[in-house]
């Protein structure tokens, strides 16, 4: 008689889980799918340039990644006059959830006081563009002070669109301790972009190029003041890699559009070409 009832509550046992295995597949599928109904299809890369260039800055590199890449890029350029209004050209293709969006700036010229007001002005473009195109997470890069105007914007204002993510930031030859190469000595631009760096957000991951044509600048920006970024994204932000290109073509304008850099544009920023595992774990974070 036991070994009957044995043998019947092992039945039993099997039945429920028969019945309960598929409900709590379903379920987990489904809070999967709940957590991903969040994020918007689009997610821009938007650029920035360094200064003195114009929202035609990254023509070439725009090229070269429509050369490789699986899918067509439309571009929208925007540049934001001193006043905070804003003139467009280009568009953004209807079915296109990944297009390349160029900020510029009327007012370009370097130093720091314009490198604040440039942040300010971003977050004026920002603000437009997800009000216009309704997307919640992006892809930003910037090249040379485009990358400090990034950093500023981060620490300091995209709390202010709360329900947009950033998934990936790149920067390339940004001089975080601006034109001094000291390994010791701190310029005010970096003491600010420090000051404010637990603004980051915690998820971010950041990669930072450096180019140099002699390993100690690329004969603009030196070496030591990109390196000094590592003190600012290391230990506020989830990933920070440092990487380092030489060989030809890496001056500093040569840099947006050299070969080398293109191919880690395509292969770390670019929503594309991410392994579907790291999509998922994009898709997620915008949740949290």
Not at 39 to 60: E, K
Not at 172 to 191: G, L
Request: some cysteine.
């Amino acid at each position: 008689m036991l070994k009957r009832d044995w043998w019947r509550w092992l039945l039993g046992l099997g039945l429920l889980i028969a019945v309960c295995w598929p409900a709590y597949t379903w379920s987990q599928a489904n809070i999967k799918t709940l957590k991903n109904t969040g994020r918007t299809r689009m997610a821009p890369v938007i650029m920035v340039p360094g200064s003195s260039a114009s929202q035609n800055r990254f023509d070439s590199l725009i090229t070269e990644l429509g050369k490789e890449t699986p899918q067509k890029h439309s571009v929208l350029k925007l540049t934001v006059q001193t006043d905070g209004s804003i003139k467009y050209s280009g568009s953004i293709a209807a079915n296109d959830n990944e297009p390349f969006i160029v900020i510029g700036f009327a007012n370009n010229h370097d130093g720091k006081a314009n490198i604040d007001k440039q942040a300010v002005w971003l977050n004026t473009a920002f603000k437009a563009l997800v009000k216009t195109y309704h997307f919640n997470h992006f892809y930003a890069l910037g090249h040379s002070n485009g990358g400090l105007i990034w950093t500023l914007f981060l620490e300091r204002y995209l709390k202010e669109s709360p329900k947009v993510h950033i998934d990936r930031l790149m920067t390339i030859a940004s001089p975080y301790n601006m034109e001094s190469t000291s390994t010791t000595a701190k310029t005010s631009m970096f003491k600010e972009l420090y000051r404010y760096r637990t603004g980051l957000p915690r998820s971010l991951t950041v990669y930072s190029i450096a180019g140099t044509e002699n390993y100690t600048s690329d004969g603009t920006v030196p070496y030591n003041s990109v390196n000094y970024g590592k003190y600012i994204f290391q230990d506020q932000v989830k990933h920070f890699t440092e990487i380092t290109v030489t060989g030809a073509n890496t001056a500093h304008s040569d840099l947006p559009q050299n070969k080398q850099i293109v191919s880690l544009i395509r292969q770390y920023l670019l929503a594309e070409t991410l392994p579907n595992k790291e999509r998922q774990q994009n898709a997620q974070r915008v949740q949290n």
